[in-house]
């Protein structure tokens, strides 16, 4: 089998070009873009991180802790994780709540958790990488259950950045 690089290079250098400056140009086009992209998702915006505890009491079946999200501002989240265990007959949801402006609606981000069974309980861990964006007044994570009989704590972290709008 021909080799359809090589062929094109010795192609354009018939026509007068060195195959030298070729691949030179499609180095800098090639890497130029990708390195520019590189650096700016790199330093674009402000590091952000904020914990999150959320105490459910015996009868509540669901709560949501607000993020504040400075005016002028967009968060990215790119990673949330928490903790917490309950009574083994209980089920859970967790959820990351968020809204873009002008729309004043929250959509509802799932979060997958991981469910481990020990002596009675279950031990909830969650650890997602994730895309969102939160315009201000901010986000929320909600934690909903289906019995509502004990007291619980789950403990999240927020992370992302906070970029001008």
Same mark, same amino acid.
């Given at each position: 089998?021909?080799?359809?690089?090589?062929?094109?290079?010795?192609?354009?250098?018939?026509?007068?070009? $060195?195959?030298?400056?070729?691949? %030179? %140009?499609?180095?800098?086009?090639?890497?130029? /873009?990708?390195?520019?992209?590189?650096?700016?998702?790199?330093?674009?915006?402000? *590091?952000?991180?904020?914990?999150?505890?959320?105490?459910?009491? /015996?009868?509540?079946?669901?709560?949501?802790?607000?993020?504040?999200? /400075?005016?002028?501002?967009?968060?990215?989240?790119?990673?949330? $994780?928490?903790?917490?265990?309950?009574?083994?007959?209980?089920?859970?949801?967790?959820?990351?709540?968020?809204?873009?402006? *002008?729309? $004043?609606?929250?959509?509802?981000?799932?979060?997958?958790?991981?469910?481990?069974?020990?002596?009675?309980?279950?031990?909830?861990?969650?650890?997602? *990488?994730?895309?969102?964006?939160?315009?201000? *007044?901010?986000?929320?994570?909600?934690?909903?259950?289906?019995?509502?009989?004990?007291?619980?704590?789950?403990?999240?972290?927020?992370?992302?950045?906070?970029?001008?709008?």
């Amino acid at each position: 089998m021909k080799n359809y690089h090589s062929a094109n290079l010795k192609l354009i250098a018939r026509r007068g070009v $060195s195959a030298g400056v070729v691949i %030179a %140009a499609i180095f800098a086009f090639a890497i130029q /873009p990708m390195a520019a992209f590189a650096a700016a998702a790199d330093t674009e915006g402000t *590091p952000y991180q904020v914990a999150v505890v959320i105490n459910l009491n /015996p009868g509540e079946n669901a709560r949501n802790t607000d993020i504040r999200v /400075p005016t002028g501002k967009l968060l990215v989240v790119e990673h949330v $994780s928490g903790i917490g265990y309950a009574q083994a007959d209980q089920l859970y949801e967790f959820m990351l709540m968020t809204r873009i402006a *002008p729309d $004043s609606i929250s959509r509802s981000h799932y979060l997958n958790a991981d469910r481990d069974e020990r002596n009675g309980l279950i031990y909830y861990t969650i650890s997602q *990488p994730i895309t969102v964006y939160a315009d201000a *007044p901010g986000a929320s994570v909600r934690v909903s259950r289906n019995n509502a009989y004990d007291a619980v704590t789950f403990r999240f972290t927020v992370s992302g950045r906070l970029i001008d709008k």
